[in-house]
């Protein structure tokens, strides 16, 4: 009967755990929904930076959002404090191996700009669109906590997708 007792303990606690995975992974899949939305109705590349670097991180619960491109061999960053030229090899550097990184360092990416000092945990995310789209994400948090994790990197991928889609529709109609 104990062997039973301590065999329902293990079950109902692996069901709890899957119960939290569950609705944790019902709440990401839900803000990065309502990212992509509220970004997809923005015309312009100064209207889906504004949103994407200030309105996300409320959306997404992190601390900061900020996006890097490569147009036209030029390279630019986006951040809360706007558009700024960094060298086109820091931007790929960013973005080589895997389709997302996260890491976990004393500091953000440079990429951040000035919030790169306070943030200690990450995810660089490719951004992946139109062949004339080349760029990364960057969602950092000030805590250690991971940004993503392995079951949500799909989704982070997807955001890295649908705003490389945004982007190239901006620059087509630019």
Known sequence: MAKLRHRLGEAEEARANLAAFAAGHHAATAAIHAAVVEAASRVDLAELA????????????????????????????????????????????????DEI???????????????????????????SGPASVEGVLLLGQSSDDPVGSPEGNELLCFLGRALGAMIGRCIATK
């Open 50 to 97: 504004e949103t994407v670097t200030q309105r996300w991180p409320a959306i997404l619960g992190v601390d900061a959002c900020a996006f890097a491109l490569i147009i036209s061999g030029e390279g630019f960053r986006f951040d809360r404090k706007g558009v700024f030229s960094v060298e086109p090899q820091w931007i790929r550097s960013a973005g080589e191996g």
């Open 101 to 127: 990184q996260l890491s976990s360092e004393r500091r953000g990416d440079p990429l951040f700009g000035e919030a790169s000092g306070q943030l200690r945990s990450q995810a660089v995310i490719r951004i």
